[in-house]
């Protein structure tokens, strides 16, 4: 019942912006930390920022400077703002959270994956 949703993906030229949501949904207690990962074309997933409950934030040395993360505790939505765009920027991003879906109970919740894609 617990989800993640992402939206936002597409299709942006280099130097360009591009903005991704993701909105948490169903019986959630609280929200610790929240995150984007993306997985490109033949590479494992990895981070591409990270924010805390209280808005501490953390940035893969590749994004930093061109991206930021956000969050809205009253919305339960986090989202990623990119600019600068780069064709090394092509892939799936995925929204991760920790959440307490139960009182003293958290667990790791992944979105469905959202492309993007930056053609050289």
């Not at 993906?9 to 169903?26: E, F, I």
């Not at 994004?63 to 969050?71: A, D, E, L, P, Q």
């Not at 799936?92 to 139960?102: D, G, K, L, P, Q």
């Amino acid at each position: 019942q617990v989800q993640l949703v992402e939206s936002g993906g597409g299709l942006v030229q280099p130097g360009g912006s591009l903005r991704l949501s993701c909105a948490a949904s169903g019986k959630i207690v609280s929200i610790d930390i929240v995150a984007w990962y993306r997985q490109a074309p033949g590479k494992s997933r990895g981070l591409v920022a990270s924010i805390s409950s209280g808005g501490t934030t953390n940035y893969a040395d590749s994004v930093k400077g061109r991206f930021t993360i956000s969050r809205d505790n009253s919305k339960n939505t986090v989202s990623l703002e990119m600019t600068k765009m780069k064709p090394e920027d092509t892939a799936v991003y995925y929204c991760y959270a920790n959440m307490e879906t139960t009182p003293g109970y958290y667990h790791a919740y992944w979105g469905q994956g959202t492309q993007v894609t930056v053609p050289s």
